[in-house]
C-alpha cells in the first residue's frame, strides 16, 4: 500500500476507544483531523522527550505518540501508532 504525500509513516489499522470517539463528537472534533496531524509528524502537546522519541522512532521503527489538549477543560487525546505499524489508536489517557 502507498502512503499518501506529506504522510511519514504508514498507519496500520485505525482503532479508536469508545471514550475517545464520545469525547471527540462532544467537542465537536473530528477524529481524521486529529490523525493527519499525527500522520504528517505534528505531535502536538508532547513534551520534549517523547518529540525526540517520535523522531527517532521514524527512523528506527518505534512507537509513536501524539497528545492532543483539546477537550474541554485542557483534557488530551493520545494518538498511539504501534512500533509495527500495525495499528493506529486514537484514546483517552485513562483507556491506556
Same mark, same amino acid.
Given at each position: &500500500? +502507498?502512503t499518501?504525500?506529506?504522510? =511519514?509513516? %504508514?498507519?496500520? *489499522? =485505525?482503532?479508536?476507544t %469508545? *471514550? #475517545?470517539?464520545?469525547?471527540?463528537?462532544? #467537542? !465537536?472534533?473530528?477524529?481524521? $483531523?486529529l /490523525? &493527519?496531524?499525527h500522520?504528517? @509528524? +505534528?505531535?502536538?502537546?508532547?513534551?520534549?522527550?517523547?518529540?525526540? #522519541?517520535?523522531? #527517532?522512532? /521514524?527512523?528506527? @521503527?518505534?512507537?509513536l /505518540?501524539?497528545v492532543?489538549?483539546? /477537550?474541554?477543560? !485542557?483534557? *488530551?487525546?493520545?494518538?498511539i $501508532?504501534?512500533?509495527?505499524?500495525?495499528a $493506529?489508536t486514537?484514546l483517552? %489517557?485513562?483507556?491506556?
Open positions: &500500500m +502507498n499518501p504525500i506529506g504522510v =511519514l509513516f %504508514p498507519a496500520g *489499522a =485505525l482503532v479508536a %469508545p *471514550a #475517545a470517539l464520545d469525547a471527540l463528537a462532544k #467537542a !465537536g472534533i473530528d477524529p481524521s $483531523t /490523525l &493527519m496531524k500522520f504528517v @509528524g +505534528n505531535w502536538g502537546d508532547v513534551d520534549r522527550h517523547d518529540r525526540r #522519541a517520535n523522531e #527517532a522512532a /521514524l527512523v528506527d @521503527g518505534g512507537r /505518540l501524539s492532543y489538549k483539546v /477537550l474541554p477543560g !485542557g483534557a *488530551a487525546v493520545w494518538i $501508532t504501534e512500533a509495527d505499524r500495525s $493506529t486514537v483517552l %489517557p485513562d483507556d491506556y
